[in-house]
């Protein structure tokens, strides 16, 4: 059964404090693995999109790694504003492009 | 903004009422996934259209259903309303299918209270 495990459930950091989410999937293939972020009360909003093992992607203070067995968000000397909670999702190849959430990382980072 | 709009942002109704959620995708984007986020199953893709055909089903209830009409846009109608229907609703729209078009962008969503 094709699966995503992220862990820790929460996070607290302090400004500039820099830490790493992880996200484990179990899927028979993989078309892409996805990261979102959630405010609360609002739609997730896309960030990356990794398809091939060793691959990675930067946006400001985040970036995203992909291995065969899970992904890496490392986040770098965050700030309040990054606040949110952090979603995996995966689409099994041949499964017309659903996403399979993960639980979601809450990340709280205080000044 | 996403560019992915979905009407009402609020919605109270009570049991055994049926409602119907509406979502207009990203332009140019013709596949419509639906999904529902609620605080003990996290987020659970619902069904899927592409170009006005359903495409895939995951854990959607045969009390609801959903279509994507010719402009696009699709509607989510869910009946028979029980009190663990209450979640929010989120639409997201991709693209072709062509390479970089897997990406799916949310709506805002809609919350759904059912007292």
């Known amino acids: ?111 | 903004d996403s560019g992915v709009t979905q009407t009402p942002k609020h919605l109270i109704t009570a049991t055994g009422q049926r409602v119907t959620l509406r979502c207009s995708p990203r332009s140019g984007d013709l596949s419509v996934y639906w999904y529902q986020q609620s605080l003990d199953q996290g987020l659970q893709f619902l069904i899927q259209y592409y170009n006005g055909e359903e495409r895939a089903k995951g854990n959607i209830l045969e009390r609801f259903s959903a279509q994507q009409f010719p402009d696009l846009h699709s509607e989510l109608n869910l009946s028979s309303l029980e009190l663990g229907d209450s979640a929010l609703y989120f639409c997201a729209s991709a693209g072709q299918g062509k390479v970089g078009d897997y990406e799916q962008y949310f709506g805002p969503g809609t919350r759904l209270t059912v007292t």
Not at chain 1, 13 to 38: A, D, I, K, P
């Open chain 1, 1 to 111: 059964e094709d699966q995503v495990t992220q862990s820790p459930e929460a996070l607290r950091l302090q400004e500039g404090e820099s830490s790493s989410l992880n996200c484990s999937y179990t899927v028979s293939g993989l078309r892409g693995l996805f990261w979102y972020r959630q405010d609360p009360g609002k739609g997730p909003e896309f960030l990356f999109t990794l398809y091939s093992a060793g691959e990675e992607k930067e946006k400001e203070r985040l970036k995203a790694t992909l291995t065969k067995k899970e992904s890496f968000l490392h986040i770098t000397a965050p700030k309040p504003e990054d606040s949110a909670t952090y979603l995996c999702a995966v689409s099994p190849s041949g499964g017309y492009n659903k996403l399979i959430f993960g639980a979601g990382t809450r990340l709280a980072v205080h000044p």
